[in-house]
């Protein structure tokens, strides 16, 4: 059985990579990119990626689902990155030798505070009880979404901790070229990954809402699922990517039986991202908000205004607006 929404930070792509001493086109801080050869990654041979679910890779910024307080809370990635002096050190690191494995980081001291409520990520290997930093020199990692911090004010639009409800979007249960946005028990979500779009996010790539009137909401992982998928070769992939119109996505995750994840992202194959208007963001939605919480609560004018929309349907995702 798939595991859907798993907990994993880091994801290989389906294809063998290799670098190329380029600015990267998605880490602006990234001196060399990550390129897919046309060669098969073994790991996903191994796993069966022929067989494995198609889903799409959404664009957003990552959430998780665990308990805070007694109760479900939704946390916001936060990766502990080093500090000034062995960041200099690392990129001298990877000009020199043209990689990043094999740098000696010294965990105790070289990475940035992080708030005591931080946690690492499933999954990141740990030595002498100390969380271990990855290939990019950063430990991934999540921090609870608090109403009072700023910071994370947009992930904090999309839940109410006194009604323990999220806000999510997911595919129609009885149509499946239908989404809907509802008002779902954050206790259905518990240790799911969940990616946060919307307005104020990584450039709104889905169209959603507006300056005046943001939109965001939460998508569970490998929940939205791509229904004719291309074969996983190398120049299929890239043609239907740019030909199709169900491949105006940034990138494919495969949900293999064993439980792994393999990916690929548009720039892996040389790509754009965005290109044109997203594939999702032209998909019908159906509001589906019943919300019955405090309507003083200025925080959650989302819920309130998506509640007012309760049953109406809409043509495209981004075609969403409220009532003046």
Excluded at 11 to 28: G, I
Excluded at 161 to 180: I, T
Aim: aromatic share 8%.
């Amino acid at each position: 059985m798939r595991r859907l929404g798993c907990v994993q930070h880091k994801v290989p792509c389906v294809f063998v990579t290799e670098v190329k001493e380029e600015q990267s086109r998605k880490r602006e801080c990234q001196q060399f990119q990550v390129v897919a050869t046309p060669r098969v990654n073994p790991v996903a041979l191994e796993a069966n990626v022929d067989g494995a679910l198609a889903t799409e890779k959404m664009d957003g910024t990552c959430c998780y689902v665990t308990l805070y307080k007694g109760k479900p809370y939704l946390w916001a990635r936060l990766d502990r990155k080093p500090n000034k002096q062995a960041e200099k050190r690392f990129k001298k690191y990877q000009h020199s030798h043209r990689t990043c494995k094999g740098f000696p980081w010294n965990v105790e001291e070289d990475f940035k505070m992080v708030p005591e409520t931080w946690i690492p990520a499933h999954r990141v290997k740990h030595h002498n009880g100390h969380p271990m930093p990855d290939e990019l020199g950063h430990i991934p990692g999540w921090v609870p979404v608090e109403n009072n911090n700023k910071q994370y004010c947009w992930h904090s639009s999309v839940v109410d901790y006194g009604s323990g409800a999220a806000l999510v979007l997911r595919p129609n249960a009885d149509d499946e070229d239908v989404l809907d946005i509802a008002d779902v028990p954050l206790a259905d979500l518990m240790e799911q990954t969940l990616e946060l779009i919307g307005t104020n996010v990584n450039g709104n790539p889905y169209g959603l809402g507006s300056k005046k009137q943001p939109i965001h909401c939460l998508v569970s992982h490998g929940s939205i699922q791509i229904r004719n998928p291309p074969p996983v070769d190398f120049q299929q992939l890239c043609s239907w990517f740019h030909q199709s119109q169900e491949g105006r996505v940034e990138g494919i995750v495969w949900h293999c039986d064993d439980g792994t994840l393999i990916k690929v992202h548009r720039h892996h194959l040389g790509l754009t991202w965005p290109d044109g208007g997203s594939y999702l963001g032209g998909r019908s939605v159906v509001v589906r908000v019943d919300w019955t919480g405090d309507e003083c609560n200025s925080s959650k004018h989302l819920f309130v205004s998506l509640s007012n929309l309760n049953g109406h349907t809409f043509r495209r995702l981004q075609d969403i607006q409220f009532e003046p």
